[in-house]
Nanobody, 121 residues
Framework: VQLQASGGGLVEAGGSLRLSCVDS????????VGWFRQAPGKEREFVAA????????DYADWVKGRFTISRDNAKNLVNLQMNSLKLEDTAVYYC???????????????WGQGTQVTVSS
């Protein structure tokens, strides 16, 4: 598994972005995938996760329906649709792959390089 996250950028508050995570080795269809984020000076925190077949999803409480995680194993792709973005959503977002869709970082063996999301006022 070799993950690549993309789709970050600069967006105004209230706007939307869609992050994508692909596995360049096309082997993560059997893995759960999670998204985490890390803001400057803060620990990396859980955002959302999806099971290997997309049948189960989990979100951090603060997402409150603003974000949606989905996957298309035929395309080797996991997306994180982020709507109603807030200033506090500014962070580097990472995708990760592991055996189960859990909110703990330790549950993921493979990590992508991260993509920067900046929300402006």
């Amino acid at each position: 598994v070799q993950l690549q996250a993309s789709g970050g950028g600069l967006v105004e508050a209230g706007g939307s972005l869609r992050l994508s995570c692909v596995d360049s080795r096309r082997t993560f269809s059997n893995n759960a995938v999670g998204w985490f984020r890390q803001a400057p000076g803060k620990e990396r925190e859980f955002v959302a996760a999806i099971s290997w077949n997309g049948g189960s999803t989990d979100y951090a409480d603060w997402v409150k329906g603003r974000f949606t995680i989905s996957r298309d194993n035929a395309k080797n792709l996991v997306n994180l649709q982020m709507n109603s973005l807030k200033l506090e959503d500014t962070a580097v977002y990472y995708c990760a792959a592991g055996l189960r869709s859990v909110p703990q970082r330790s549950g993921y063996r493979y990590w992508g390089q991260g993509t920067q999301v900046t929300v402006s006022s």
